[in-house]
């Protein structure tokens, strides 16, 4: 199956609006196989990104193709790529089951996907309402269920996860994870990193248009610096034992932070100074705090 | 081509799938109907001095009278599948529906080619209906004044084939319209603007002078008017030179076509976002 997916490949695209550039020289690839994230804080230029992508949007410069081919030059797009984009995109007088027929029939596809991919995405008890009446999270679904029409090997979606209920993001977690193991390639965008953390594998993040990280989820990860949380009743006595060993330290509302060390070295400078601890623990900055900084601070 | 085929069975799907078009269909239907017996009613009784009108008023002709009556079909109804085609495309830019079309079938000539054909004959439909309505309520009425029908005549019938041809190429205009106005509001407001009072106040005033009228005649209800070869308009002596029914026609497609072109270029090529 591992052939299954083709490989994302955007070469130096820029998009420019007027004289306003929103994609700026962008290049990166995505594999098969994998969930890759395509994060930015909003505005960064991921929808304009993946339109570009989907030939819906004309790139000023630069390309994006699958497997060397761009969208539009695709033998059978909907079989070889799936998307779903942020806006609703739906005539509210129709139902779920005739918009997905309308584009099956334009895809050649046959008729009776419409009702599997419904079924695929936990609608098919809703495939003859009219799209108007539905929930934010049904209509989340059924742009799912379009992408997923012609069973395609590669998956494009544009914060997918938006409108869930956490029973529905740990839904399409779970389905996001299988059609990676099957072999496809996924590419989603958030502007939060929590958000798919725990669907990604790889992870590439833009901010005003540009690439600013870009890797795999664990390299993210190992940038994270050390830090120890210490207070005790005896503030006085502990900043003078800390200092004494020479860490490198900083007052916070509750204590002390020191960098740059194992919490067991800490410990050990109270005990041997004899100052007695009230909190002894690790700080984790998080992914998120490091995905604000990098997204904040420019490249990294 | 089966690219072609496939897009424009899916741009039937999408007109039959929502309600306007028969919403659209009854109106056409019933306004039709109400006006061409109502017509037949009135000149019929007035032909036989029923409604008591002056002397000179009875011995008024009939010959012409039937097809005039059965060109309301067109005359009036063609802001029907004008509105139907309009409303197809202008649909597909406010209910952004227009991603989920590129993505299926990404080269866009396509989806507007299919478009275009898919309302032709769509439109075709709505042509045969409204002239069945016409031709119904219109000859009913005039036989029961006992005024020729002329449904035994060929040019009758052969006004009845141009007015179906007519309605079809009237939905094309529309699709060029909603591509060129993507804004539905705006697009309805031109086109019963210009329909109901813009260019029937032209064609009056073209009937007032040769070289107006030699102006006039290039407008799309009066090419549409040359095509199917009678009209209300003309019955009412409103517009003065009229072209060919086959120059008609060809003017009619030839604005039709241009307006999609410019529709294509304005806004159906460009980037969706
Ligand atoms: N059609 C357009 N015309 C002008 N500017 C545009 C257009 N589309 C997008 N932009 C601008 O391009 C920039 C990138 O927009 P884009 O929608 O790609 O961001 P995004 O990363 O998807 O943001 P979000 O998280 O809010 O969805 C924004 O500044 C936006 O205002
Ligand atoms: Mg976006």
Redesign the pocket.
């Not at chain 1, 930015?40 to 339109?51: D, F, I, Q």
């Given at each position: 199956m591992g052939d299954l997916g083709q490989t994302i490949e955007f070469t130096g695209l820029t998009?420019s609006?007027?004289g306003?550039t929103?994609?700026n020289d962008l290049s990166f690839s995505v594999r098969p196989g994998r969930v890759t994230g395509f994060l930015?804080?909003?505005?960064?230029?991921?929808?304009?990104?993946?339109?570009a992508l989907l030939g819906l949007?004309n790139p000023t410069s630069g390309t994006a193709t699958f497997d060397g081919i761009r969208y539009r030059d695709l033998a059978s797009p909907l079989t070889t790529v799936g998307a779903a984009l942020?806006a609703a995109s739906f005539h509210p007088g129709r139902t779920a089951r005739h918009h997905l027929e309308i584009y099956a029939r334009a895809a050649k596809l046959p008729i009776t996907r419409a009702r599997e991919s419904l079924a695929l995405v936990g609608l098919d008890g809703f495939a003859d309402k009219r799209v108007g009446g539905y929930s934010l999270g049904m209509r989340q679904r059924l742009g799912l269920a379009y992408a997923l029409l012609g069973d395609p090997g590669v998956l494009v979606l544009?914060?997918p996860v938006n409108g869930l209920d956490p029973e529905g993001i740990k839904w399409i977690r779970e389905l996001l994870r299988s059609l990676a193991a099957e072999g496809r390639t996924v590419l989603i965008?958030s502007?939060l990193l929590s958000e798919v953390q725990q669907s990604v594998d790889d992870i590439v993040i833009?901010s005003k248009?540009e690439i600013v990280h870009q890797g795999t989820l664990a390299d993210l990860d190992t940038g994270d610096q050390l830090r120890v949380h210490v207070d005790s009743p005896d503030r006085a006595a502990l900043g003078a034992a800390l200092e004494a060993s020479g860490f490198q330290i900083e007052m916070s509302r509750s204590g002390f932070i020191v960098h740059d060390v194992e919490p067991g070295a800490v410990g050990h400078a109270a005990f041997v100074a004899g100052v007695e601890l009230s909190a002894l623990q690790r700080k984790t900055s998080g992914l998120e705090d490091r995905f604000l900084s990098i997204v904040g601070g420019g490249a990294s | 081509m089966s690219t072609l085929i496939a897009a424009t069975r899916a741009e039937f799907a999408k007109v039959f799938t929502t309600r306007i078009w028969w919403i659209l269909l009854i109106i056409l239907g019933g306004y039709v109907a109400l006006l061409s017996g109502g017509l037949g009613l009135l000149f019929g009784a007035t032909s036989q001095g029923m409604l008591g009108a002056s002397e000179g008023v009875e011995g008024m002709p009939t010959t012409g009278l039937a097809t005039m009556i059965y060109s309301t079909a067109t005359s009036i109804g063609y802001v029907f599948p004008l509105l139907l085609g309009a409303l197809a495309t202008t649909g597909e830019f406010r209910h952004q529906t227009l991603t989920p079309s590129f993505l299926a079938t990404p080269k866009r000539g396509i989806v507007l080619s299919a478009k275009a054909i898919a309302l032709f004959l769509i439109g075709a439909g709505f042509g045969v209906v409204a002239i069945a309505c016409s031709v119904g309520a219109g000859s009913a009425a005039l036989a029961g004044f006992d005024i020729d029908t002329a449904l035994d005549s060929s040019d009758t019938w052969a006004l009845i084939g141009r007015s179906v041809l007519a309605m079809a190429i009237w939905s094309i205009l529309g699709v060029g319209l909603g591509s060129v106005i993507p804004n539905q509001v705006a697009t309805i407001v031109v086109v019963l603007a210009f329909t109901q009072f813009v260019e029937p106040i032209l064609r009056s005033v073209g009937a007032l002078a040769d070289w107006i009228g030699t102006v006039t005649q290039w407008l799309p209800g009066a090419a549409s008017d040359a095509l199917v070869g009678a009209s209300f308009y003309g019955a009412m002596g409103a517009s003065g030179a009229q072209l060919d029914w086959w120059a008609g026609g060809l003017v009619l497609l030839g604005i039709a076509l241009v307006v999609t072109v410019l529709g294509w270029l304005a806004t159906w090529s460009r980037?969706v976002?």
């Open positions: 998009k609006f007027g306003f929103a994609v930015g804080p909003n505005g960064a230029g991921k929808t304009t990104s993946l339109r949007v942020e544009d914060e965008s502007h833009i248009g | 980037d976002t």
